[in-house]
């Protein structure tokens, strides 16, 4: 994971879809932005959602044309958790953005996140990924900058 900047007194990272498919990822308090135009690997999301899960992922925001598909199959492998493998109940939160800027998706990261109470708000952590293997650190780095200004993305 690449630290790319703080805003709000949250820590941002950039990371390899491959490497968090691996379980290279915080372990709590986190929120994962995860941005894909193309249709992802089914079985490579599984493997990075019950990693994820295991890691005590606190929000989920999926974005981009697949965002709506990200969100259902992450719903999916929760659900099968809970019911199927007896998986204590599982508080994270997904959100789709298909229609959506990738801008203010990553706004909403820093000010509209639906977290758990038991989550430490002094220390959250967003990890954001592009399933599609596309390089958002220059882009993101820029938002960050942008907000530090008082810039408000349109939608």
Known sequence: MNEIGTYQNRKVYFSNYKSLISGNMPNGNWICLAISNKEPNRNDFEAFTRKSINN???EFK???TWGEKLHDWFDEIVSILETMENHPEIETITTWHNNES???VFWQCFFATCIPEHADY???KIIC???DNVNRI???KEYISRF???WLPKS
Do not use: M, P, Q, S
């Open 138 to 140: 220059d882009v993101l």
């Open 56 to 58: 005590n992922i606190l």
């Open 102 to 104: 990738l801008a203010d």
């Open 62 to 64: 999926a974005c981009g």
């Open 148 to 150: 530090e200004h008082g």
């Open 122 to 124: 002094d220390n959250l």
């Open 129 to 131: 990924t592009d399933l």
